[in-house]
C-alpha cells in the first residue's frame, strides 16, 4: 500500500522536531576571564587563599606598538587574572612575573564605558564609528591606585569620583613563565656560502618559533576591587551574565643605568580587547523550562506515534 | 527496495558529515560544527523531498521509519532500539533546552569581516611608486623597521609583537590576505590603520597604527611593495 501525504507531513514534521536538535550555538574561540560568584566578601588581599577559588586565565602580551613612542620588547611576556565577585563587589586579581620590585612599577585594567564600542589604546576616535569613553583602573606602587578615564591620546584623567582600590604586593618567589620564542638565522648551504631566493637575490631567512618555559624569580600580584556598579557615570557597570571587554597594560619601572626608566608612559606591555563573564547568581527556572520541553516533546511524540498507528500502512 | 532507500539515506547522511568534517580541513579551514549540522539538516531535507517523489519511493523511504515508530510488525533488538529511541527524544529536548538556556561562560560569536569595502577614495588607486629592485629594497627596510615587529620579518604575522593582540597581525604569505587585495586597498589600510576600519572591521580591536601619522605615502607604496615581494605574492588588479 502506499504512503499516504499524511505520512508525508508526519515524516517532515519529524525531520524539524529532530533538526531542531541539530542546532547548536556557535563555539566562540574567545578566552574569557570568568569571575565565579562566591559568598562573603570578595579578597582584597593578593594572597588571601580565596584566590585559589577563581580559575585562572593567562593572556600573552605585547609591546605597545599601536602608537609613537612605541616599544620593541617588554618585560611582561604575559599575565594571569583571577576574579571573584559577590554579586555586590567584584576584584581581579593580576599575577606576572617582574624579577624587580621597583617604585614605578605598575599595572591597568580597562574597560569600554556605555553601549558604544571604544578602541583598546585609550578609547582614541575611530573614522567610520563613533567610539565611546575608556574606564581605566590604574596602580603604581608607590602611587596606589587611581580611577581614570580617557577618549583618545592626551585625554587620560583621573576622576573625581574614586571607586576602585587597589593593593599590590611583589614576592621574591619563583613563578613559570610562557612565551614565544623566535630565532630568525641566514640559511646557508653545506660550504658555509648564504643561500639567496633564486627570484629576488635576498638571502633565505630561516625562522624558528617554540614556546619556552622560563623559571623567574619575582612575582607581582595586583588586586583590583570596586563595587559592580556605580553612581559614577564616567564608570564602566557591570551586569552579572553579561559580557563586558578588559584589557591589560603593565609597565615595569626598573630604572636602567641611565637612570631612565625601563617603561613609562605609552611604553608598556598590552593587551587588546578580551571579555570577561561575572558568573551570574543561580536561576532554577531554567530546570523547570527543561522539565516543559520534555513533557512537551513527549507529548509530539506520542500524537506523532497515534497518528502513525492509526494510518499505518500493512 | 523499501529499506534499501532508507539505508542509502542514512549512508549518504553519514558520507556528507565525514566529508563535511574530516574531508574539507584537508583543502581549506574546518567548518564550524553548527554549519555542518544545518548542512546534514539541509541533506536529510533533500533526502525526504526525493523520497516522497512518488508513491513507490515515499513507502521505501518511510515505511520502514512509520513501521519502526508504530511499532509493528517489530521485535527483538528492535523492540528495544524503539523503546530507547522513544525515550531518549524527549529527553535530548530537554537537554538542548535546558542547555540552551543555563548561562554560558563562552564569550559571544563575533563575525568579523576581515576585509571591509574600502571608503571610495582608496578604490582603485595605482602605486605610483616604480617597481624597481631599489625602491622595493627600500621598502624592506622601511617594513622592518616599522611592521616587522608584529607582521614578521618572514611576512606570516609572527612578530614578536604580535603575540597579545586580538585578532592577531596578518599573515601575508597566506593566500587569503593581500593576495586577495589590491595594492590600493592596502594602501588604505596602513594609511588609516585599524581606528580607519568600519563597524564590521571592528576598529576598536585592531592593534594597526594609523601610519599616516609617522609615514609619507611614498613609504607607504615601498612597503606595499615590498610585502608583495616579501610574500611571494602578486596584488590582484582589475584585468
Not at chain 1, 571607586?163 to 620564542?181: C, H, N, S, V, Y
Request: aromatic share 10%; charged share 20%.
Amino acid at each position: 500500500m502506499m504512503m499516504s501525504h499524511r505520512h508525508a507531513l508526519l515524516t517532515v514534521a519529524l525531520v524539524f522536531s529532530f533538526g531542531w536538535l541539530f542546532v547548536v550555538p556557535v563555539f566562540a574561540e574567545d578566552v574569557a576571564v570568568r569571575v565565579k560568584l562566591i559568598q562573603g566578601e570578595v579578597p582584597t588581599d593578593p594572597l588571601s587563599a580565596d584566590w585559589n577559588k577563581a580559575p585562572s586565565t593567562e593572556f600573552p602580551m605585547s609591546p605597545q606598538v599601536h602608537w609613537q613612542q612605541r616599544i620593541g620588547s617588554v618585560t611582561v611576556k604575559s599575565i594571569k587574572v583571577r576574579c571573584l565577585h559577590n554579586n555586590k563587589q567584584i576584584a581581579f586579581m593580576l599575577e606576572y612575573a617582574d624579577p624587580t620590585q621597583d617604585p614605578a612599577d605598575a599595572a591597568a585594567l580597562e574597560f569600554m564605558v556605555g553601549e558604544k564600542k571604544a578602541h583598546f589604546a585609550h578609547g582614541q576616535p575611530m573614522a567610520q564609528v563613533q567610539g565611546g569613553p575608556v574606564n581605566i583602573w590604574y596602580w603604581r606602587n608607590n602611587t596606589g591606585a587611581a580611577d581614570m578615564s580617557a577618549m583618545g591620546f592626551g585625554t587620560l584623567k583621573k576622576q573625581a569620583q574614586q571607586d576602585i582600590q587597589a593593593k599590590g604586593i611583589w614576592k621574591d618567589e619563583k613563578t613559570k613563565i610562557k612565551f614565544k620564542e623566535r630565532k630568525l638565522s641566514l640559511r646557508k648551504d653545506p660550504k658555509g656560502e648564504l643561500v639567496k631566493d633564486p627570484k629576488t637575490g635576498d638571502p633565505v631567512v630561516d625562522e624558528e618559533t617554540k614556546v619556552v618555559e622560563q623559571e623567574v624569580t619575582g612575582v607581582w600580584r595586583v588586586v583590583f576591587t570596586r563595587t559592580l556598579t556605580t553612581t559614577d557615570k564616567e564608570d564602566a557597570q557591570f551586569q552579572p551574565g553579561t559580557f563586558p571587554n578588559i584589557a591589560f597594560a603593565v609597565w615595569d619601572g626598573h630604572k636602567s643605568d641611565t637612570g631612565d626608566l625601563k617603561e613609562s608612559g605609552s611604553q608598556k606591555a598590552v593587551t587588546s580587547w578580551w571579555y570577561f563573564n561575572a558568573e551570574p547568581p543561580a536561576d532554577y527556572s531554567i530546570y523547570l523550562y527543561g522539565l516543559v520541553a520534555v513533557v512537551l516533546a513527549a507529548g509530539v511524540e506520542f500524537v506523532i506515534i497515534r497518528k502513525v498507528q492509526k494510518g499505518s500502512p500493512t | 527496495m523499501g529499506s534499501s532507500l532508507t539505508i542509502k539515506g542514512g549512508v549518504l547522511l553519514v558520507a556528507v558529515f565525514l566529508v563535511l568534517k574530516f574531508g574539507l580541513p584537508l583543502f581549506t579551514a574546518p567548518l564550524p560544527m553548527s554549519l555542518i549540522w544545518l548542512y546534514l539538516f539541509l541533506t536529510t531535507i533533500g533526502i525526504v523531498v526525493f523520497g516522497t517523489l512518488s508513491g513507490h519511493s515515499t513507502e521505501a523511504l518511510l515505511g520502514p521509519i512509520f513501521r519502526f515508530l508504530s511499532g509493528e510488525g517489530i521485535g527483538g533488538a528492535t523492540k528495544f532500539a524503539r523503546v530507547a529511541v522513544l525515550v531518549l527524544f524527549p529527553l535530548l529536548v530537554g537537554w538542548q533546552t535546558y542547555s540552551g538556556l543555563v548561562p554560558s561562560s563562552e564569550p559571544p560569536s563575533e563575525n568579523r569581516t576581515i576585509h571591509p569595502a574600502p571608503p571610495g577614495e582608496f578604490v582603485g588607486l595605482a602605486n605610483p611608486v616604480a617597481n624597481t629592485p631599489e625602491n622595493v629594497m627600500q621598502g624592506k627596510g622601511f617594513f622592518s623597521a616599522f611592521c616587522s615587529p608584529c607582521h614578521g620579518a618572514k611576512f606570516n604575522g609572527n612578530g614578536p609583537a604580535s603575540d597579545g593582540f586580538n585578532p592577531p597581525p596578518a599573515n601575508f604569505v597566506d593566500a587569503g590576505t593581500i593576495a586577495q587585495l589590491q595594492e590600493s586597498y592596502l594602501f588604505w589600510r596602513i594609511k588609516k590603520g585599524g581606528v580607519g576600519l568600519p563597524v564590521e572591521g571592528h576598529p576598536w580591536k585592531s592593534a594597526m597604527p594609523r601610519w599616516e601619522v609617522e609615514l609619507s605615502d611614498d613609504m607607504i607604496w615601498k612597503i606595499i611593495m615590498a610585502e608583495y615581494a616579501g610574500s611571494g605574492h602578486k596584488p590582484r588588479t582589475w584585468e
